[in-house]
């Protein structure tokens, strides 16, 4: 099987850009989360989302959003950008209902200029 | 509030040492699932363990073993026989079993840096 992608893998923005992110997850997983990854505050949660419901959100402004397509693949955008969103976007993929292992992908490099 | 302390920041051993890496928890809920994650340097984090909160056998997985007591709220990764393969950052993550099937959010610790040298 095909493990989680993510594109692109590398990305330079300049501030007030806004900016998608792409997630493919496995194949069979209904949900997808996304996480942001910084050396300050390490992994942080931003959203999961399960059958094209977002069915969790995390303590992000409004200007991270996110969306899930009936074929799983979900997409995350920030608008607005701030240096301080310069970041690893993870995106991860699961199967169940209940927490199960989550299987991360490369990640997207964000960098904001 | 739920939290996952990790607080060895960065551990340096030589290869065939035994190395345990300390992960100690806070929730209020009675349910929840504990996990542990590498992340080697290309950056993919890799699942190794999920453990929840009803089940506190210890687990052994070739070199690997976790040691869960809910007494001290503490699930501790010890690897033996380190190898340099090891080297890696290593998060404990706690999760809370959300009604309606949520997967919830994977609260993670800040990490152990793994270090293994030949």
């Known amino acids: 099987k095909a493990g989680v992608t993510q594109t692109p893998r590398y990305l330079i923005k300049t501030r007030g850009q806004q900016v998608t992110l792409s997630c493919s997850p496995i194949s069979g997983h209904r949900s997808v989360s996304w996480y942001q990854q910084t050396p300050g505050q390490g992994l942080q949660f931003l959203f999961e989302y399960f059958s094209e419901t977002q069915r969790n959100k995390g303590n992000f402004p409004g200007r991270f959003s996110g969306r899930q397509f009936s074929n799983s693949r979900s997409e995350m955008n920030v608008s607005t950008l701030e240096l301080g969103d310069s970041a690893l976007y993870l995106c991860a993929s699961s199967w169940g209902e209940v927490p199960n292992e989550q299987y991360f992908g490369p990640g997207t490099r964000l960098t904001v200029t | 509030a739920q939290k996952v302390t990790q607080a060895q920041t960065e551990i340096s051993v030589v290869e065939k040492e035994d190395v345990t890496l300390d992960c100690v928890y806070e929730t209020r809920d009675t349910t929840y699932y504990l996990f542990w994650y590498k992340q080697p340097p290309s950056g993919e984090l890799v699942f190794l363990i999920r453990?929840?909160?009803?089940?506190?056998q210890n687990e052994i997985s070739g070199r690997y073993s976790w040691n869960f007591q809910k007494s001290t709220s503490s699930f501790n990764f010890t690897i033996t026989a380190s190898q340099v393969v090891d080297s890696a950052v290593y998060f404990c993550a706690l999760s809370e079993a959300k009604y309606g099937g949520s997967q919830g959010n994977l609260i993670f610790g800040k990490g152990t840096k793994l270090s293994v040298k030949p």
């Open positions: 453990r929840n909160s009803f089940d506190e």
